[in-house]
């Protein structure tokens, strides 16, 4: 782009950047090799940091970005302390850039950090400069500019950004009595760590791992990045089933953001958790699954592989009886709905049409068995 070069530098940030990631690098390692550092330091320092990454990946991401649950004003108030503390700016200013990411994704001139822009761009470039993808434009949070909690960390961030960071480290250090180690370790290390990991979702997650869900966008499913980002890293998933408040939706997924959430609603913390049915998770597997078989085959010189016509044809026939169990399922739920509506859906009724499209799922799931069969096959 040739507008992106000239965008003139956002000095606060370019020196935060720095100086935080100097006294990390240099720091820390200097003060643990002289002074060393207290077991102390070490645990608030975890304790900090994963306060601070899931009130990002819990609060401002699936409550206020994408409104996936509804919490409990107590802990909106935790997500909203320990949010500020990680310094990604107000909730106003991240959710909006964050709606405005999922609505354009991989549009260079209006998703902030555009993962087509290259690893550094959408990893921190994108806050480095005044780029006009980045310009907020506060009207598609409305319902945050409703919230006199939001409002009032918007209007006070700087002041509560500076409290959070050094007022807590501090105030640890006064407790064990290690004010400096505790700067440094949970203040300046525990900032740039939270920081790179929650930018690895922008980056890295938009570059590095499977797309199972859709190839519609640059966003990847990456069980390793999932670690490191309280289990952001199912990044494919959550491109497409953004309103989920899961983003590793099998039980056995690395997303401990959603065990919180989860934990949280036994408690009355947290309600109306959004989940994708599981019908429309198995559509979109078996889509992605049909497209590459396709298109591998369609690779393959005609003619000269004759072994390849049956599974041409078993192909033609799986694709068939997927297309008949997708009408299937939207006639039972046709169904469904005339009968609720008319108010004759008695409760044999609705549990014989809830087996019903129970049944269907598991002829997708089948289906998405021998389908991985096939593709073996054709490898
Ligand atoms: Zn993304
Ligand atoms: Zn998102």
Redesign the pocket.
């Known amino acids: 782009m040739s507008d992106t070069p000239a965008a003139p530098l956002i000095w606060t940030n370019v020196l935060m950047f720095v100086l935080t990631a100097l006294i990390a690098l240099i720091g820390v390692p200097w003060y643990g090799l002289v002074h060393g550092f207290s077991a102390a330091d070490w645990a608030v320092a975890v304790l900090f940091t994963g306060a601070n990454g899931m009130a990002i990946t819990a609060g401002y991401h699936r409550l206020w970005a994408h409104r996936s649950y509804d919490a409990h004003w107590s802990v909106r108030l935790l997500y909203l302390l320990f949010g500020t503390m990680s310094l990604q700016n107000s909730a106003f200013a991240w959710c909006s850039g964050h709606r405005a ?2 609505l354009h ?1 991989d549009d260079d001139a209006r998703d902030p950090y555009s993962a087509r822009r290259g690893f550094w761009f959408s990893h921190i470039g994108w806050m480095l400069r005044e780029y006009p993808s980045g310009k907020p434009d506060f009207a598609n949070i409305p319902d945050l500019r409703r919230d006199p909690l939001l409002v009032f960390q918007h209007r006070y961030y700087v002041p509560l950004a500076l409290a959070t960071n050094f007022g807590l480290p501090l105030l640890a250090g006064l407790l064990f009595g290690d004010v400096w180690g505790m700067l440094l370790l949970a203040g300046f290390l525990r900032l740039v760590w939270s920081h790179h990991v929650t930018f690895f ?2 980056s890295l ?2 570059m590095w791992g499977r797309q199972p869900y859709t190839e519609d966008n640059t ?1 990847r499913d990456n069980g390793l990045l999932a670690v490191v980002t309280y289990g952001e890293g199912y ?1 494919n998933f959550h ?1 497409l089933f953004a309103h989920d408040y899961r983003n590793g939706v099998r039980w056995w997924q690395w997303d401990p953001t959603k065990w919180l959430i989860a934990a949280l609603s036994l408690f009355g913390l947290t309600r109306r958790l959004k989940r994708t049915p599981a019908f429309q998770i198995q559509r979109a597997l078996l889509a992605m699954q049909f497209s590459r078989a396709k298109a591998r085959l369609a690779h393959l010189p005609a003619g000269t592989h004759s072994h390849l016509e049956p599974l041409r044809a078993r192909l033609a026939h799986e694709y068939e009886s997927f297309l008949a169990a997708l009408a299937d399922w939207a006639r039972v739920k046709e169904e469904w709905l005339a009968e609720k509506k008319r108010a004759v859906l008695d409760k044999w009724r609705q549990s014989d049409l809830q087996g019903r499209l129970r049944d269907i799922e598991r002829r997708l799931s089948l289906q998405r068995r021998r389908l991985r069969l096939l593709q073996a096959q054709l490898a």
């Open positions: 990411h999922h994704v979702i922008n997650a938009h966003a990044h491109h």
